[in-house]
């Protein structure tokens, strides 16, 4: 083979990798941060509410899960100043990042809210709780318990997720990427190297989020 | 009659004496040997480069790349790259020549070759007519844009070094560089003086104007390094098209402005 692997000018840039790695963990966890309490009221919405609100949800739900990440990105960042909604890139990968995430996390709790016997509702009604009290305490517990691995998965696909919003300009790891790969042309190199920095973050994050599940969730089973 | 197992030898058999070529440097007769040319163009840079209403790629690069093929007596195979995609095309080996407003410089050269320039056009700051901008100090305090790995993206970045306050956002491409300024994302803008084409075109583009040049650009066709040979035939066919006319006929065609000096080097 002709080419000769050179890792030196890639890592010298090693402040801005570390920058990027440091967005896009950012940018997963406020993403997560807001997205994951409206995800949970509106499973709820979607399962125990008024039939026009649960319509409206389930219609959200099927518009962001049947279109591309790139095009809602785009539609946050490119469109929205039609309607003289300007936000800076990150804040446009955030929200266009939660508006991704709580489509699916809707649908991930919601799988959650359903797997609970009805006769441990129909126990709490004949103890006088009120719903929200069933909610809180007998419902959202456990629901959460049952869909814990999905949304821990669904929190790594948005990591991985999140090198799309290099594309407006948000300059995250794989931004930083093409940014070193235009001036060094060390494309292997480069790559070679971010693929290995999302793979140890990926894995970092399965690992921290399974032994949460561990303790958190040691009440049964 | 031939077997299936006949032409599957034939197939092995043609594949060994194919081998030694491929590792050595390539000449105009290998690309006439191989019976097409590989040339990688930009589908996004009107007028260089874009598709027609047939979903065809036309522009003075496309046309300029089909005299090429034509004068090797070879078809031509299009690749569509971006800007930042250029030089890894030809260093991975995907095309044999890049024609596509393939800006010469020496940090490029250190890469890959380049012909004499068969073109040329500034890189230029490009900005709302109400906004007064004469100079790189007037950027202090605004968002400006550029597409990642272009010529503008380069001059930029250094004026941003040298002049703290300076927003900077680098977009993969042109037309989310444009859609970024046309959606008020950016206050300004790097592009070739096409850019301005590009946004004079659209719904609002009435209102820009280029406010200063970024640096004078002249296009060069880039192909591998180590090809004498082909290099050599290159500038030859380019020194032709010049002298006849062909050049200042494609400038005409595609950008209604001469060619313009070409310096060669």
Known sequence: MEYQFDFGPVLARWPELVQGTLLTIWLTLAATAIGLPIAAVLAATRT???????????????????????????????????????????????????????????????????AIPRGQIEAGRALGMRPIRILRHIVLGQALRIVYPSLASQFVLQLLGSSL???????????????????????????????????????????????????????EG | ???????????????????????????????????KVVIAIDTTVPPYGSLDTSMQPTGMDVELAQLVGKSLGVPVEFVTVTSPGRIPALLTKRVDLVISIFSITAERALQVDFSNPYGGQSTVLLAPKGRKIAGPKDLVGLKVGATRGAI????????????????????????????????????????????????????????????????????????????PSLLHWVNTLLFTLKNDGTLDRLSMKYRNKPIGDLPPF
């Not at chain 1, 095009?71 to 929205?80: C, E, G, K, R, T």
């Not at chain 1, 309607?83 to 649908?107: F, S």
């Not at chain 1, 930083?176 to 494309?187: E, G, L």
């Not at chain 2, 599957?8 to 006439?32: H, N, R």
């Open chain 2, 152 to 227: 503008e993206d380069i001059v930029l970045t250094e004026i941003v070094k040298n002049n703290p306050g300076i927003t900077y956002l680098r977009f993969d491409d042109g037309p989310s560089c444009a859609q970024a300024m046309l959606s008020g994302q950016i206050d300004a803008m790097g592009g070739g003086d096409y850019g301005e084409i590009y946004l004079r075109k659209s719904a609002s583009g009435d209102e820009f104007e280029q406010k200063f040049v970024l640096r004078p650009n002249y296009f060069g066709i880039g192909m591998r390094k180590g090809n």
């Open chain 1, 165 to 219: 919003v290099s594309a407006i300009a948000a300059e995250e790891l794989t931004a930083v990427a093409n940014n070193i790969m235009i001036v060094t042309f060390r494309n292997f190199e480069v790559f070679g190297v971010v693929t290995g920095i999302y793979l140890v973050l990926s894995l970092a994050f399965r690992g921290l989020l399974g032994g949460v599940h561990q303790r958190a969730f040691r009440w």
């Open chain 2, 1 to 35: 009659m031939t077997s299936p197992r006949r032409s599957l030898l034939a197939l092995g058999a043609a594949l060994l004496l194919a081998l030694p070529v491929a590792a050595q440097a390539q000449a105009p007769e290998d690309i006439v040997k191989a019976g």
């Open chain 1, 48 to 114: 125990y509410g008024p039939k026009p609100l649960r319509w409206l949800v389930g219609a959200y739900v099927e518009l962001i899960r049947n279109t591309p990440f790139l095009i809602q990105l785009y539609f946050v960042f490119f469109a929205m100043p039609g309607l003289g909604i300007r936000l800076t890139a990150n804040q446009a990968a955030i929200l266009a990042m939660v508006v991704n995430l709580v489509a699916y996390a809707v649908e991930i709790v919601r799988a959650g809210l359903e």
